[in-house]
């Protein structure tokens, strides 16, 4: 079991910059971040292995970067240039085995309550 806590969340101007942290009770060998806009369905947003590798969705590469503390079990999303159609609400996710597509939502099985982002023009 792990369990997921999101921090960071909150309301800024376009062009503007967010950190996003998720604390975990324990290591995982997979960590994401997701996000859902209303009445759209959840996507997956940026990922890191155990290993350090990391993918990012094409519409946020270049103005987000995932890290995590293995140490500390802390998983960060920081965002910048922020535009509005980032507004959603932002998950974290984790799971104990390998993800071979780091970005599917099913194969994470443990996830955070959320933290709302919203981004005014």
């Known amino acids: 079991q792990v369990q997921l806590v999101e921090s960071g969340g909150g309301s800024v101007q376009a062009g503007g910059s967010l950190r996003l942290s998720c604390a975990a009770s324990?290591?995982?060998?997979?960590m994401a971040w997701f996000r859902q806009a209303p009445g759209k369905e959840r996507e997956g947003v940026a990922a890191?292995?155990?290993?350090?590798?990391?993918t990012y969705t094409d519409s946020v590469k270049g103005r987000f970067t995932i890290s995590s503390d293995n140490a500390k079990n802390t998983l960060d999303l920081q965002m910048n240039s922020l535009k509005p159609e980032d507004t959603a609400m932002y998950y974290c996710?984790?799971?104990?085995?390998?993800?071979?597509?780091?970005?599917?939502?099913?194969?994470?099985?443990?996830w955070g309550q959320g933290t709302q982002v919203t981004v005014s023009s």
């Open positions: 996710a984790a799971d104990l085995s390998l993800v071979r597509f780091p970005l599917i939502r099913s194969l994470y099985h443990y």
């Open positions: 890191i292995m155990l290993d350090g590798r990391t």
């Open positions: 324990r290591y995982a060998y997979a």
